[in-house]
């Protein structure tokens, strides 16, 4: 390893999350210290330290690594830590259980001096060793996550949960990166996409192989595996909320428009007011989804939570509560307006018998516009109260109980 007194110096820092791995740990760091020697690049040796309690702090120093210990638990707590303690402009991370190759690190170190903000290591081009990753996770979790991924963020990487990967390090702490379990990977990748302008993202074929420990990996496969799945569509409300809210919408508004004038016939199978009833449901899950849509994109950009586009910020500006309101307010009169011209018509039949499906046929199209105009008039209000100006707080504010 090249040493250095100044911290400032530092070229690389090679970050291990550790949690009680000394049956590899010390592997792990004699091969990150043998790739700074050959290499001969200015560079450290980390490791987040994650509560510990069979000796890996003692064994790390006694290498020369340097240990920092993180305050909270988890994969993301400790990577976080790291990341903040580092002294390297660039950060190579890895878990410490010897199954990622620390002994050919420059294909990162290159895309990273080349101006990359996050290089991704791909296993499934470098090769995976038989037995270093579960048939679960590599045929149908990995694959599945990382298409899911691609389609949603297009960040262009074929491992989205790869634990090997380098980075600008004062780039990846303006993503102000959050999650301390697992799905801190996602996290990475997505606010990476996501950044304006997208960070500069590449990928480099990397290795695995079967890890050394003999106790079981932290990673629980459908636990974690949902919590990575949840994490991508919490950062997707186009496909958590909109692309399905659209369909559903438009499917039950046009088919309860087409029924309002009379049953149809399909292949021989009736459609009527029955199919109406369903539609309308349809019409309205569609549309409150879409209002979800709309109160999470306000509340997420307001907090920062989210980044806004230019298009967005538009259509933002011109929209106020009262425009909603007003929307609101016309959709629920057009259909107390239904309702009233129906009980006009019963009158003139001196309210009597009527024929069940035809007044169903009419009260669909009436509840259907009184729900939509309710649900938006709230949904105004609401967002009223994410977009009300507020002052920022005092740094000196105390608030007294």
Known sequence: MTATN?????????????????????????????????SGIAGEVLISDNGSTDGSQQIAQRLGARVSHAPRRGYGAALINGIENAHGRYIIMGDADDSYDFENLQPFVDRLR??????????????????????????????????????????????????????????IRDLDLQTTGMEFASEMVVKSTLARPKYRIEEVPTTLKKDGRSRPPHLRSWHDGWRHLRFLLIFAPRWLFVYPGLVAFFLGAIAVGILSFGGVQIGGIGFDVTTMVYASALCVIGYQSLLFFWLTKLYATQEAFLPTSP?????????????????????????????????????????????????????????????????????????????????????DAVIES
């Open 6 to 38: 100044d911290a400032a110096e530092l070229e690389l820092t090679i970050l291990m999350p550790c949690l009680n791995e000394a049956e590899t740990l010390e592997v792990c760091i004699r091969k990150a210290q043998g790739f700074l020697e050959r």
């Open 114 to 171: 080349d101006g990359a903000d996050l290089v991704m290591g791909n296993r499934f081009r470098g090769g995976i060793a038989p037995g270093a990753m579960p048939p679960l996770h590599k045929y149908l979790g990995n694959p599945v996550l990382s298409g899911i991924g691609q389609l949603f963020f297009r960040p262009n990487i074929g491992d989205f949960h790869c634990g090997l990967r380098g980075f600008n390090r004062d780039r």
């Open 311 to 395: 298009q967005y910020r538009s259509i933002v500006s011109s929209w106020t509560a009262e425009r909603g309101l007003l929307i609101g307010l016309a959709l629920f009169v057009v259909g107390v307006g239904i309702g009233v011209a129906q009980v006009i018509r019963w009158g003139s039949l001196d309210f009597g018998p009527q024929d069940a499906a035809e007044v169903v046929r009419i009260a669909i199209p009436s509840a259907l516009g009184m729900m939509l105009g309710f649900q938006t008039i709230m949904m105004s209000f609401f967002s009223g109260v994410l977009t009300t100006p507020r002052r920022e707080q005092r740094p």
